[in-house]
């Protein structure tokens, strides 16, 4: 089996786990993305997705999974900020992370261009490196899967403009990415529950992400603060 389908096989039907702090939240730190991770694999992940070199390089210290690397970086005069440039791409790839994500939207990235004309010579010159493509719409995966992306990711559906206010998880659109894409379908964003996560299994992913129901704790003390306002 080569690495790619290693990386693959591990995933497979089974539960990824984000752990991610921004610099404006109270857990930005590596240590405590290493120890989140940490917690996450004694629990039963069996993958990681992650935030930077910083944290990527302590994660790899605490766990021994395949890991998911983003590179979260916002540049004026656009709105695309999962790895959105070469630069990221280039960073994460020296890391040395089993799946590079990177948004895959149609929006125009930092450098004016689109996924479509960046895609084909990122995929040229890092031939054995596997990509996940961060989509908000069936038509965004589809074209992702026709450049070459190894995997596609339900991450942005209603992170952007044209998608706010989905209801998430977007059922729809991972069913329709299940039933039509011969690549792996990754469920991610909005999942809360276990039954939330059962119920995209169900639909037939490839695997799911689940993030700020499990490593966000201000949010998850939100939900709970929220519940008993009058
Ligand atoms: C839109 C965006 O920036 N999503 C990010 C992508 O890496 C993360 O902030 C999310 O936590 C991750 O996608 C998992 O989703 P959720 O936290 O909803 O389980």
Not at 18 to 43: F, N, R, T, V
Not at 101 to 122: H, N, Q, V, W
Request: include cysteine; charge should be negative; aromatic fraction near 8%.
């Amino acid at each position: 089996m080569n690495t790619k389908d290693k990386v693959f096989e591990q995933i497979k039907r089974k539960l990824i786990v984000s752990c991610q702090a921004l610099p404006d939240e109270p857990l930005h730190c590596p240590l405590i993305m290493g120890k989140m991770a940490y917690a996450a694999m004694l629990g039963g992940a069996s993958g990681i997705r992650a935030n930077s070199v910083e944290d990527i390089k302590e994660i790899k210290k605490k766990v021994n999974l395949p890991i998911i690397g983003i590179i979260k970086r916002v540049y004026e005069g656009s709105d695309v900020f999962i790895t959105p440039t070469l630069k990221e791409i280039e960073l994460l790839y020296n890391e040395g992370v089993d799946i590079i994500a990177l948004d895959a939207t149609k929006r125009i990235r930092p450098d004016g261009k689109t996924i479509s004309e960046i895609f084909p010579a990122i995929r040229e010159r890092y031939k054995d490196q596997l990509f996940m493509a961060d989509c908000s719409t069936y038509e965004e995966a589809q074209e992702a899967y026709e450049l070459g992306f190894d995997c596609v990711g339900t991450t942005l559906s209603g992170y952007t403009d044209y998608t706010k206010g989905k209801e998430l998880p977007d059922l729809d659109l991972i069913e329709r990415l299940v039933k039509n894409l011969p690549i792996p379908v990754i469920a991610e964003g909005g999942i809360w529950t276990p039954e939330e996560l059962k119920c995209v299994f169900d639909l037939g992913v490839y695997t799911a992400v689940v993030g700020t129901a499990i490593t966000r704790p201000m949010e998850i003390t939100k939900r709970f603060a929220n519940a008993i306002i009058s």
